[in-house]
């Protein structure tokens, strides 16, 4: 199983920005998908939550109503849209995948991608 995470990048608070996770070995349709993240310094963070069984989402409140999670079950993909970026954003960002149903656990997750790192200055 691979999860490639990609999209990020240095932007400026206030731009938007989506990042992609693209799934080999498993169908993203039938796990739970998640982004995480963790900062310099800090524990890593749940952000996003995409649940296979019923297709519910869930947010952290840091990035609630501006954050969208969705997939792409033809290309076997998930994202994350993030729009008006700001400086507490910057982080290096992880998609995850299991069905254990924990969805804001990050230790409920068994599949990780190598992550990407998304730097928002002022």
């Known amino acids: 199983v691979q999860l490639q995470a990609s999209g990020g990048g240095l932007a400026q608070a206030g731009d938007p920005l989506t990042l992609s996770c693209t799934a080999s070995?498993?169908?993203?349709?039938?796990?739970?998908m998640a982004w995480f993240r963790q900062a310099p310094g800090k524990e890593r963070e749940f952000v996003a939550a995409l649940i296979w069984r019923n297709s519910h989402t869930y947010y952290a409140d840091s990035v609630k109503g501006r954050s969208t999670i969705s997939r792409d079950n033809a290309k076997n993909a998930i994202y994350l849209q993030m729009d008006s970026l700001e400086r507490e954003d910057s982080a290096t960002y992880y998609c995850?995948?299991?069905?254990?149903?924990?969805?804001?656990?990050?230790?409920?997750?068994?599949?990780w991608g190598q992550g990407t790192l998304v730097t928002v200055s002022s």
């Open positions: 070995g498993l169908t993203v349709g039938s796990y739970d």
């Open positions: 995850a995948a299991d069905r254990r149903g924990y969805y804001n656990d990050d230790k409920a997750y068994f599949y």
